[in-house]
């Protein structure tokens, strides 16, 4: 009522006033609720807790907080295997070993050790074709003297506690499963074993090699069975240094099929052992 007398005081139009009183009654109307949604629109834009500009550094640092990096000793060694890099399969692909005598081809046994040697034989043809098409360069007769000489050295390291400079060529020759599994073998405090590499009575020789494709084609395994036929000393002594197995003099004839393995995908890989398996009769 107010504002019809101040306006009629001026000598406003009635129409202008008639339109001057709805635009008023339209804004009490709707503009409270449009204040009110463009107020809550600027209040999140102004309090986004990632904003564009250093949202993925904010959410990297959140995951580190919530997820740390496990924690190390320092100067500590790391294995190979250490990581998200898998570098060994850690099985093996095929226990085949060729038999040392064979039956006669007439009889049952013979005629079977006759067809698992052809299948065999065809297995390691590919295989072997495929390592020298990934791993150049493979030779195979210089393969088998490589592998014997790291049988040898990584034989000769368990002996050596606490040699830092053997230890790590242990790694570089055997995976982290075949470590651990002799370190609890060879320095187990309830008895102590001495071995020694004589002399080779056969050259080492390739008898089977397999490769395998692991979650992915192109992930490729390859692994070698080495026959190593030599002569080794073999004792083993208990806590009060007394022989309870095997002569410290007297040396033993011994064949040997190791497997060694090397992942092909990694042209960086090396070959390692991965295992050792019992000669068939």
Not at 34 to 42: K, L, P
Not at 71 to 82: F, I, S, V, Y
Not at 215 to 228: D, F, G, I, P, S
Not at 246 to 263: A, L, P, Q, T, W
Request: charge should be positive; charged fraction near 25%.
């Amino acid at each position: 009522m107010a504002v019809s007398i101040y306006l009629l005081s001026r000598s406003v139009p009635a129409k202008q006033i008639i339109t001057f009183s709805l635009l008023k009654n339209t804004q009490q109307c709707f503009c409270p609720s449009i204040v009110t949604i463009q107020h809550r629109q600027r209040s999140r834009k102004a309090w986004s807790k990632f904003p564009k500009e250093d949202g993925v550094t904010r959410i990297e640092e959140l995951g580190q907080k919530l997820n740390p990096p496990p924690a190390r000793k320092q100067n500590e060694d790391l294995p190979n295997d250490h990581g998200f890099k898998i570098d060994s399969s850690g099985q093996i692909f095929s226990s085949y070993v060729p038999p040392e005598k064979k039956n006669l081809i007439f009889t049952g046994a013979g005629l079977g050790q006759r067809w698992e040697s052809l299948k065999a034989s065809i297995m390691s043809t590919y295989a072997v074709a495929m390592i020298k098409r990934k791993a150049k360069p493979f030779k195979v007769v210089e393969f088998a003297k490589v592998a014997q000489k790291k049988f040898v050295d990584v034989n000769n390291a368990l002996q050596q506690e606490n040699d830092k400079t053997a230890s790590l060529k242990m790694k570089d020759d055997a995976t982290l499963l075949v470590i651990k599994g002799l370190t609890q073998q060879f320095l187990n405090p309830s008895r102590k074993i001495y071995w020694r590499f004589i002399k080779e009575i056969e050259r080492p020789r390739i008898v089977h090699a397999r490769i395998t494709a692991i979650y992915e084609k192109e992930n490729l395994y390859a692994q070698v069975t080495v026959r190593m036929h030599s002569k080794q000393i073999l004792a083993i002594r208990d806590r009060h240094n007394r022989i309870i197995k095997g002569d410290v003099k007297n040396s033993k004839n011994v064949i040997d099929y190791v497997v060694f393995e090397r992942h092909l995908a990694d042209k960086y890989g090396k070959w390692r052992i991965c295992g050792k398996l019992a000669p068939s009769n």
